[in-house]
């Protein structure tokens, strides 16, 4: 795991979304596994400024969405599609048919998974996944004790995460079900580049980074990835042990790491 600390929460959007606008520009059909919350809006807010200001070109770019709602409109305002639209796909040049998110409508939402799953391998499959982490260690919506083999399927959310995520719901209920990207498939991404931020996720970040690989914190399962990065600022990095054995690793990094 590669462990980045910056000063502030800025940062952490601005470094990110560097690291996403340089994949890009080098790769025009880069495939994009995406998030939201937000710990991600910055990122979104840098990749909308890099396409503006420096035309950063998303025509080509693929994006599978990590996880949604079961049973919510896409237009209510609490949903990811809303969320996704109002951040990043309404404000950049992407290519609707190129956009993804796990199905939540239908039948038969087992047979829609394994399709979801299928479309990100004829894609050629991830190439860089965005990913926030919940304060207790969850990945998408990979709730403790989920298998960190599990693909995409259907979960059931803690009452602390439907809590965590009541904001943008006003009167209306959290739902309980959600479709998420499982570990297995959020593993399988070539990079996995996950952000965080504020005093709120310093425990979640210290478990997920120092802590024993467990199904109780899923974002542990990073440990087991080639190349993982997790960039945080001061307040979401306060509970690291090895914080300044990282912030030395940055300081000495070789040229060709750089
Ligand atoms: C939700 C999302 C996760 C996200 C988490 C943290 O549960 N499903 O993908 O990482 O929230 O969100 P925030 O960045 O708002 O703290």
């Given at each position: 795991m590669e462990v980045i600390i910056v000063p502030a929460a800025p940062d952490?959007?601005?470094?990110a979304a560097g690291i996403i606008s340089r994949l890009v520009a080098a790769k025009p059909g880069a495939i994009l596994g995406l998030a939201t919350?937000?710990?991600?809006e910055r990122v979104y807010a840098g990749l909308v400024l890099a396409h503006g200001r420096n035309a950063l070109d998303f025509s080509g770019v693929t994006t599978f969405n990590l996880d949604e709602y079961v049973g919510l409109a896409?237009?209510?305002?609490?949903?990811?599609?809303?969320?996704?639209?109002?951040?990043f796909l309404g404000r950049v040049n992407i290519d609707r048919r190129r956009v993804h998110f796990p199905p939540t409508e239908g039948g038969d939402l087992p047979v829609a998974c394994e399709k979801f799953e299928h479309d990100i391998r004829a894609a050629g499959g991830i190439d860089l996944q965005l990913l926030g982490i919940g304060r207790d260690g969850h990945l998408g919506f990979n709730e403790p004790?989920?298998?960190?083999a599990s693909r995409t399927r259907i979960k059931t959310l803690t009452s602390a995460t439907r809590e965590a995520n009541r904001s943008r719901f006003g009167e209306k209920e959290v739902p309980l079900h959600v479709v998420t990207m499982g570990i297995g498939t959020i593993l399988e991404a070539r990079h996995c580049l996950l952000v965080a931020?504020?005093?709120?996720?310093?425990?979640?970040?210290?478990?997920m980074?120092?802590?024993p690989l467990s199904a109780m914190v899923p974002a542990s399962a990073l440990q087991m990835h080639p190349r993982a990065t997790i960039i945080v600022d001061e307040a979401a990095a306060a509970a690291l042990s090895l914080r300044d054995y990282y912030r030395e690793i940055q300081r000495n990094k070789p040229g060709w790491q750089q």
């Open positions: 952490v959007g601005s470094a919350g937000a710990s991600v896409r237009s209510h305002p609490a949903s990811f599609h809303a969320f996704m639209e109002e951040h004790t989920s298998s960190l931020d504020g005093p709120a996720k310093a425990d979640a970040v210290a478990r980074v120092e802590g």
